[in-house]
């Protein structure tokens, strides 16, 4: 969806900014962009306040996992605390050129949760980011990792899959959202299921179908202040 000259902003939550034709993408089936992934993450860190989740946004995941240079790479990453999280969520997007934005067609989400220390990537396309995921991970490992302690990956074979070519950024957030509810309930120990009953519950195809919808009215009801 490009951009018109009528394309004006319609909303401005936190720090995420939303135009005319941000709506008209939750309308239709088309792909989400980074626009629409970072406000509902803002959203998210709105409704489940907690200074032990991080949900960081496209923008800042993709420089993060398609760093310039070290030098540059430990002065923007130093600031976001990722040793003091507990629930730390990136978005992955397989766009290849640095230099482009909004570009890349698939979304999926990596998670890391500090009591298994853990990272978890959800991949609604068979693990089609897998490769997308491990270079994000190997990036930021060591500024997540508590001193005198290893990380691991794990590639969540039984993530809830998409069916159909445009709604992986949809999946990202419901996953989200899940996980949010899961963390600000107790979480769990089980380092065997953690949350993978819940979200297999809970991610449905019909429920992501349904979310575009309550995306949308979410976003008219903060445009006029309800």
Known sequence: MGRSSGDEIVLSYNDAVLRRSDLDILSGPYFLNDRIIEFYFSYLSSTYRSDDILLVPPSIAFWLQNYPDEESFKAFIEPLSLSTKNMIYFPVNNNEDFTLAE???????????????????????????????KRLYKSVA???????????????????????????GLFVIAIARVLCSWYMGGGSVDSDDLWFSVVKEQVTPSAVLKMRSEILDLIKGLMTGK
């Not at 999926?108 to 897998?130: I, K, P, T």
Request: charged share 15%.
């Open 142 to 168: 060591l500024f997540v990792a508590s001193p005198d302690s290893e990380t691991r990956y794990l590639e969540q074979e039984c993530s809830p899959q998409q069916q159909n070519g445009y709604d992986c």
């Open 103 to 133: 570009g890349g067609s698939h979304w999926s989400l990596l998670v890391f949760y500090r009591e298994a220390n853990v990272f978890v990537h959800h991949d609604s396309f068979q693990g089609s980011n897998c490769s997308y995921a």
